[in-house]
């Protein structure tokens, strides 16, 4: 274990854990998981069967609250973020004011952000009323909000979304309508879009929930909180891995489709490339998601009639890398984003949206997190560090140095 423990200058004891690879941050009720047996369970339930069983709105629910809802609790839930849906027209400036290039996680942190201005009260939330408040306004405004980046990439007119639609099907409205043609809801795509989310809900405490966790701890707000997990997210190394496998996989097929010769890059020391959508700093076993990702990634694909060399290329840089002994050796098995992207491409979403997909998916555990920070009145996050630069210097003027 890669621990230090040293007398800080205070006198107390610091452990200094890069990574914080064996450290824990809070004690926690709402996932888990278990790295070596490859288990993920969402408030007991396991990860398998709410992707086979519930839906997106039902498990945001349970993570959330703590309890599959029943029917009646479902229902107001639905309603109450659909009362929410609206977005500020002047948000839509804001929106204007970006380039056309720009990223969209970029855009859609800002927006995040930007939605503290337009509903001020959001931030005060001593009570559970306002808590609850906070959350069905951003349950029913951030899927708005991911639709528009995505619509504004593509110079498409904004679509207000229609709430006799489910959450997810709402959502598909918001991103795939155009303009003068009615919008038909394909099935595949919203049972594909739903398994996705569920999958991506939550995760214990990455980076980017960590991140929400923290920023929450100063009392800042939910939204600002939840902006500032979202460029946590945005990292290649976390959430924007997914896009980062697909532009690895085209680049591996622009190249001829020698995947030896990138699993060779990959193991090289020397050589900064890593196999994106390997790897995780948890699952030491297999990532379960990613079991189930790639069976319906096969079945999305074989659904909508899409043949797709990307994922033989994916189907056989994993068999490869599988038996290689420098994957076997570091448990390096393929995570949640390495067949994510397939599916995004086959449903029409662009590269670079695929890490806002994720922030979709991930926002209920998000909120679960910081909701539950706040009620267990944790304290503000403040790690320690071990000092290691100069000891008391005189300062020196600006001519004499
Ligand atoms: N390709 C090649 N080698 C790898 C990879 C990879 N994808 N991942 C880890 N390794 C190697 C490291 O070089 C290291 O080797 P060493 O022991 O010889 O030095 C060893 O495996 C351990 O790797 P660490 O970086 O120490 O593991 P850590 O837990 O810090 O990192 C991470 C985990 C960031 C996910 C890493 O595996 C990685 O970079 N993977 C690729 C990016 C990716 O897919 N990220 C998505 C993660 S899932 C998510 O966030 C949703």
Same mark, same amino acid.
């Given at each position: ?31 888990? $998981? ?101 959350i069905v306004k951003i349950m029913g405004k951030f899927p708005v909000l991911a639709a528009w980046t995505m619509r504004k990439?593509?110079? $498409? ?24 043609k009615a919008y038909e809801a394909n099935s595949i795509v919203n049972d594909a879009l739903d398994k996705l989310l569920i ?132 448990? $390096? ?69």
């Amino acid at each position: 274990i890669d621990i230090k423990v040293l007398r800080g200058a205070t006198g107390g004891v610091t452990t200094i854990d890069p990574g914080y690879k064996n450290t824990g941050s809070c004690e926690s009720a709402i996932t888990f $998981l278990d790295g070596e047996k490859g288990i993920l369970r969402y408030r007991g339930y396991s990860i398998e069967e709410l992707a086979e069983k519930a839906d997106f709105l039902e498990v945001a629910y349970l993570l959330i609250f703590g309890e599959l809802p029943t029917k009646e609790q479902l229902e107001k839930f639905d309603k109450d973020i659909k009362e929410e849906s609206h977005v500020d027209e002047d948000m839509k400036k804001i929106l204007d004011g970006f380039p056309k290039s720009a990223h969209p996680m970029g855009v859609l942190s800002s927006l995040t952000s930007a939605l503290i201005a337009f509903n001020p009260g959001s931030v005060d939330v001593d009570s559970e009323e306002a808590m609850y408040n906070a959350i069905v306004k951003i349950m029913g405004k951030f899927p708005v909000l991911a639709a528009w980046t995505m619509r504004k990439r593509k110079s $498409l007119p904004l679509d207000y979304g229609d709430n006799s639609l489910g959450y997810v099907e709402n959502l598909c409205k918001m991103m795939f309508s155009r303009p003068n043609k009615a919008y038909e809801a394909n099935s595949i795509v919203n049972d594909a879009l739903d398994k996705l989310l569920i999958l991506h809900a939550d995760h214990e405490q990455n980076c980017s929930t960590s991140t929400v966790r923290i920023v929450g701890s100063s009392h800042a707000g939910l939204f600002a909180s939840l902006s500032a997990g979202i460029s946590a997210l945005w990292g290649p190394l976390h959430g924007g891995a997914n896009q980062a496998v697909i532009e690895m996989l085209e680049a591996i097929k622009a190249d001829g489709g020698d995947t030896a010769k990138y699993i060779a890059k990959a193991k090289d020391k020397e050589d900064p490339f890593r196999l994106m959508g390997f790897g995780h700093r948890v699952y030491k076993n297999f990532d379960p998601r990613a079991k189930i990702i790639k069976k319906s990634a096969e079945e999305v694909l074989g659904d909508l009639g899409i043949e797709d060399p990307v994922l033989d290329i994916a189907k056989g840089l994993a068999s490869v890398a599988l038996e290689d002994e420098y994957f076997v050796k570091r448990k $390096l098995y393929p995570n949640v984003d390495f067949y994510s992207g397939i599916i995004y491409r086959a449903l029409g979403i662009p590269t670079e949206m695929f890490t806002v997909m994720f922030a979709l998916g991930r926002l209920p555990g998000w909120i679960a997190q910081w909701r539950e920070m706040r009620l267990r009145k944790e304290p503000i996050g403040r790690p320690r560090q071990i000092y290691v630069g100069e000891n008391y210097r005189e300062f020196v003027d600006l001519e004499k140095r």
